[in-house]
């Protein structure tokens, strides 16, 4: 095993939520992060910063603001969560992997100082804090990893704070009523900060958001509602284009130039692993990969899915976690309109080696779905549309091969 193994193998030693169920936020505490930060020197503070949050949407408009900045000559640290296949795309500079030399370095510095209680997470946002730093970074992209309030990213003072849409998820963890989940989120707001939220956010949510902003002395910026519309993609795509145009217009100077490049980014330029990402098997199967898992997300996924593939039939692989009411996505995705007139054939299976994955036989009835007990795909050349899982997802990516990729070997 390498270093760079050994030294993430201590961080996977440690209380990992990601993997197993969380207490209500009110029981999380930032303590250990606001301790590592004063320990090392305060990384999070020597790199400029945009911090982004949200129901859904969050790592699409992470991934938007850092492709802009970098196009615009900046070198940019991006930080999201989870990871499709490799825990390095967690941390990334200039949209590529950190060196296994400069991790190791900044992992060993904050395990150096971290408390026993520090969680996976914890030491993991801490180390992307040191790296950014290390490397003398132009701006960094921090992207929450659940709720706001006490989520171990929240020690920033950043140039801009981005809520983007809510919808009724994590209940267990951040309430049970969208405003409740809005106070959560909006822990991000910061006095001397840009507050933005997306235009979706129901009203009476976004009446919390602009409570929380005025009590700090600012305003609350409302993102516009997507003028970057673009037929083949989902509606929230273009609208999470447009909130990440809109913050950096807002903050002007280098930042406007950034803005521009993203307004006027051919959608090839824009491809964000799986987000509604286009994928073919060896054999030429066509494979869209979504990590949509809530009902307004999946319901959007499933309208588009069907829009690029029109004649001819269609499958789709679904796996949920745990903790999500299949009865209800059931009824909500067979409601969508069937707008060509072939039905789907729909398969359902354990959404990779995750702990929290529900289980096939369990959620299948509520697609009326055949049941695979492996998560492969399922036979036939039809199209295919993989969601329901971001871990599904990154189970099943590596397996194919990108249209690029197509185009490069007929040619």
Known sequence: ???????????????DYEQCRRPRAARFSLQSMTAMMSALGDPHLQVPAIHVAGSKGKGSVAYYLSWALQQSGKNVGLYTSPHLTDWRERVQINSEFASDDDLCVAMQAVLDVASDDATFFDLLTATAFQLFAQQQ????????????????TNVLQPLAAVITALELEHTD???????????????????????????????????????????????????PRGELTAPELPKFAASNRALAVAVLESLGGDYFVAAHLLRVAMLSDLNIPGRFELRYTSAGRAVVFDVAHSEQSLTETLRCFRAMFKDGERAVLMALRDDKDAESLG?????????????????????????????????????????????DFPEGDQPLLVTGSTYLVGALRNKTISSTDVQAIRS
């Open 1 to 15: 095993m390498t270093k760079l193994g050994h030294i993430f193998n201590e961080l996977c030693s440690r209380t």
């Open 173 to 223: 963890v951040l309430g049970d009523t969208l405003v409740e989940i809005a106070k959560e989120k909006g822990g991000v707001y910061k006095s001397n900060t840009q507050l933005w939220c997306a235009a979706s956010i129901e009203s009476e949510a976004k009446l919390v958001l602009h409570q929380i902003a005025n009590s700090l002395g600012d305003e609350l910026r409302i993102g």
């Open 331 to 375: 009824v909500a995705l067979v409601e969508v309109a069937d707008i060509d007139g072939y039905a789907e054939s729909w398969y359902c299976c354990p959404a990779g080696s995750h702990p929290r994955s529900a289980r096939a036989d369990k959620i299948a009835p509520a697609f009326n779905a055949e049941v695979l007990t492996v998560v």
């Open 137 to 152: 970074l132009d701006c960094m992209i921090i992207e929450t990893g659940l709720g706001g309030r006490f989520d171990s």
